[in-house]
Structure formats: structure tokens, C-alpha cells
């Protein structure tokens, strides 16, 4: 089993930026993809990000260029930096692992391990 914790959730204004953390323990040796997904109220799930473990990564098209994904696979931790934060970005934040690499899972929510979530809200 492998278990997750985010940290760095927060309100902000619209511009302004937040960097989340999402540590691992357990059996951290079987993860290969990590990711960061969304959720706002009333919606669906939706991938933000996905990393593997030689540092190759996939963004959804609505953050590209504002969010950037990076991971300390000594200490298989991943991170979210994010920048020029917009309303619509609001949401709780899960961080996810997986056993596979992101080529199965990516930006779909099928991975095995999640976080409890971190809220994220951004307001204009």
C-alpha cells in the first residue's frame, strides 16, 4: 500500500501563485506516474498533470504554460508549482500514484493511490 499526503493548499487572488506538496510512504518503491488532479464542486474529476519516473510529463491543455509538475523520486514526492492562478483553477487538488507508467494512466483517473485532497481557491 501506498499512502499520500498534499500540503499547500490556500486562498489567493487571481495572478497570484501556490506551490503543493505531496509526500509518500509505504511501499513507495512500486510507483512509476504520478499526477495532480481537480475536482470544483458540482464536477467532474479532471487531470492537472502527470509525471513519470524518468521525468516525462503531460499537462492538461488548461494549464499548460501556467503549472509545472516536477518529482523527487529519491524521496517520491511530487510537486505542483502554480502560477498566474485564474477563478476556474479552484477546486480541491488530490495528488495520485500508480504502479504503471503514465502511458496507461496519465491524465485519466484510474490510478491506484490517492491523497485526501488540498483545497485550492482563487477568487477575482
Known amino acids: 500500500q501506498v499512502q499520500l499526503v498534499e500540503s499547500g493548499g490556500g486562498s489567493v487572488q487571481a495572478g497570484e501563485s501556490l506551490s503543493l506538496s505531496c509526500e509518500t510512504s509505504?511501499?513507495?518503491?512500486?510507483?512509476?506516474?504520478m499526477g495532480w488532479f481537480r475536482q470544483a464542486p458540482g464536477k467532474e474529476r479532471e487531470g492537472v498533470a502527470a509525471?513519470?519516473?524518468?521525468?516525462?510529463?503531460n499537462y492538461a491543455d488548461s494549464v499548460k504554460g501556467r503549472f509545472t509538475i516536477s518529482r523527487d523520486n529519491a524521496k517520491t514526492t511530487v510537486y505542483l508549482q502554480m502560477n498566474f492562478l485564474k477563478p476556474e483553477d479552484t477546486g480541491m487538488y488530490y495528488c495520485?500514484?500508480?504502479?504503471?507508467?503514465?502511458?496507461?494512466?496519465?491524465?485519466?483517473?484510474?490510478?491506484?493511490?490517492w491523497g485526501q485532497g488540498t483545497q485550492v481557491t482563487v477568487s477575482s
Open positions: 495520485a500514484a500508480d504502479s504503471r507508467p503514465c502511458a496507461w494512466a496519465g491524465l485519466r483517473a484510474k490510478y491506484s493511490w
Open positions: 509505504g511501499y513507495t518503491y512500486g510507483i512509476y506516474c
Open positions: 509525471i513519470d519516473t524518468d521525468g516525462s510529463t
